[in-house]
T-cell receptor, first 112, second 116 residues
Framework: GESVGLHLPTLSVQEGDNSIINCAYS??????FIWYKQESGKGPQFIIDIRSNMDKRQGQRVTVLLNKTVKHLSLQIAATQPGDSAVYFC???????????FGAGTILRVKS | KAGVTQTPRYLIKTRGQQVTLSCSPI?????VSWYQQTPGQGLQFLFE???????NKGNFPGRFSGRQFSNSRSEMNVSTLELGDSALYLC???????????????FGNGTRLTVT
């Protein structure tokens, strides 16, 4: 398979702190990137996306940064809340079509 | 607007059997994609259908197949089930091309398949 998913890193943060989740993507030709959040028992939920002609995009409490030079993507969550606890996946769109290649995922745990 | 609906929610099958999973996309969405999620391999692309035609296919054996109907509903079939097919199968829909339509994939909550 194409998705590497053997070990999930875990990020533990205190409620109210900012969180930064990192992702290294695989294909320098990828031109569209998406962050998804997956809670237990549910499917991935769209958070924010960014195209390769941008290096930063902001949403509500979230910011995505893209560094094409080192093929790195990050998701910043401001004022992290208990409801943000989930597994976060980055995904890249590498082809003409809707195929997404997902990263391994990061578990975010928010301590109250 | 109703989200992506997958049925059944849970399935238990025996090795060697076959199984059919169903997906109803968001109303108006013509693209349906299927993904397999396992703890060991993560999320892997199976195939994508658009207007009843398979547009893209992942690296899975021929035992995995799918189809899309004229109302955009989709089914995937796995024949001759193996223990390793136990996974969460996720369906996702989009109006069309995600980059052209500026609309990401919207996922359902999946079908949990257990093969014994």
């Amino acid at each position: 398979g194409e998705s590497v998913g053997l070990h999930l890193p875990t990020l533990s943060v205190q409620e109210g702190d900012n969180s930064i989740i990192n992702c290294a993507y695989s294909n320098s030709a990828s031109d569209y990137f998406i962050w998804y959040k997956q809670e237990s028992g549910k499917g991935p939920q769209f958070i924010i996306d960014i195209r390769s002609n941008m290096d930063k995009r902001q949403g509500q409490r979230v910011t995505v940064l893209l560094n094409k030079t080192v093929k790195h993507l990050s998701l910043q969550i401001a004022a992290t809340q208990p409801g943000d606890s989930a597994v976060y996946f980055c995904a890249e769109n590498t082809e003409y079509g809707n195929k997404l290649v997902f990263g391994a995922g990061t578990i975010l745990r928010v301590k109250s | 607007k109703a989200g992506v609906t997958q049925t059944p929610r849970y399935l238990i099958k025996t090795r060697g059997q076959q199984v059919t999973l169903s997906c109803s996309p968001i109303s108006g969405h013509r693209s349906v994609s299927w993904y397999q999620q396992t703890p060991g391999q993560g999320l892997q692309f199976l195939f994508e259908y658009f207007s009843e035609t398979q547009r893209n296919k992942g690296n899975f054996p021929g035992r995995f197949s799918g189809r899309q109907f004229s109302n955009s509903r989709s089914e995937m079939n796995v024949s001759t089930l193996e223990l390793g097919d136990s996974a969460l199968y996720l369906c996702a829909s989009s109006p069309g091309m995600i980059q052209v339509n500026n609309s990401p994939l919207h996922f359902g909550n999946g079908t949990r398949l257990t093969v014994t």
